[in-house]
């Protein structure tokens, strides 16, 4: 049986496939949608609640022809139902016919209910090399 390191990081890879597959429906599956869920895209205001969050993803999925995802996990810890992960995301855009670039520092926050791992919190900012 996986232990909850194992089943936070599986959350976390869903997470990222949903991202990459621009599938509204299965990045809705992930993420709690309760009133303190918390998301801000690099550069950009902070987003509270499912429903703008929700907003933010669609807006992001039509206005991307491709992305692609590589994910450098630093850490993973997990404290009864609360975990995060910190990791740095390297991002290859194509959106409105340019490629773009990017490498950003995120966390993830997790809660478990229900016995399963919902994403409560996405923050990601960018990296100045």
């Excluded at 303190?36 to 902070?46: E, F, N, S, V, Y």
């Excluded at 992960?85 to 409105?96: A, D, F, H, R, T």
């Excluded at 670039?101 to 409560?120: K, L, P």
Aim: hydrophobic letters at 40%.
């Amino acid at each position: 049986m996986a232990g909850d390191r194992e089943l936070v990081l599986a959350a976390n890879k869903a997470f990222y496939r949903s991202f990459e597959k621009k599938d509204l429906e299965a990045m809705e599956a992930v993420w709690s949608k309760g009133m303190g869920c918390l998301c801000i895209h690099p550069g950009r205001d902070a987003l509270k609640g499912w429903t703008d969050i929700r907003d933010a993803w669609e807006r992001i999925f039509q206005n991307t022809s491709y992305i692609e995802i590589d994910i450098d996990i630093l850490t993973v810890e997990t404290s009864g139902d609360l975990a995060y992960v910190v990791l740095i995301e390297n991002v290859l855009q194509i959106s409105g016919g340019r490629r773009l670039e990017a490498r950003s520092m995120a966390t993830n926050g997790f809660e478990r209910m229900a016995g399963q791992w919902y994403v409560t919190h996405h923050h990601g900012s960018p990296v100045i090399d």
